[in-house]
């Protein structure tokens, strides 16, 4: 299904070491409405959604695996060269006794990702709705990382994954008209 190209779909640069901005970072890493979340609720959801839409839950959740991938790229660079002081102070010490300096999926607050997150109802057009909701929230929590940070650089990559939310939002818009239009004129559903 994927054929994996060994580069970010952005570049991601970030200008200093900040243990802090990983650790928010990590709430579009393993958080409810995170890339992870995402990328497997429109995986998910494609099977039971009429044939016309299936082609556009797969290209934006391959999408959203790479935004996952940009988002391990950022929390990766911005704690490489952290000391353990840096890390207590940014709170990640927890994370630290747990995982090293690996990554793990989970939120900001540290809460562990958790199937619940994804959603699938069955129903296309709620699946739709609830596929524009996420991305939603998405962007408005890329604004919200872009406000809490200083650094260009990342606010660069930032201001990327958060225009990709507004596109897909508007993906799934149109979807929804696709298939309200298909159950008045067909009846389907």
């Known amino acids: 299904m994927w054929v994996y190209e060994k580069k970010l779909q952005y570049p991601v640069r970030v200008s200093k070491c900040d243990p802090h901005m990983a650790k928010l970072l990590m709430e579009q890493y393993g958080g ?45 660079k911005l704690t490489k060269d952290a000391t353990i002081e840096q890390l207590e102070l940014a709170g990640l010490d927890a994370h630290y006794a747990a995982h090293d300096r690996a990554l793990f999926y989970n939120n900001a607050a540290g809460v562990p990702f958790t199937a619940t997150y994804i959603q699938a109802k069955g129903d296309p057009i ?63 559903f």
Do not use: C
């Open 32 to 76: 409810a409405d995170g890339e992870l979340a995402a990328a497997l609720r429109y995986l998910n959801q494609r099977y039971t959604i009429p044939d016309k839409i299936i082609g556009l839950l797969n290209d934006i959740a391959t999408e959203e695996f790479s935004h996952l991938e940009m988002i391990a790229t950022m929390i990766y």
């Open 126 to 188: 709620a699946d739709l709705y609830e596929d524009i909701a996420a991305e939603e929230k998405a962007r408005a929590t890329y604004q919200w990382l872009i406000d809490l940070t200083d650094d260009v650089d990342l606010q660069d990559s930032l201001k990327f994954l958060r225009e990709r939310e507004i596109v897909h939002s508007l993906r799934f818009r149109e979807a929804v008209e696709i298939l309200k239009d298909d159950r008045e004129t067909k009846k389907i």
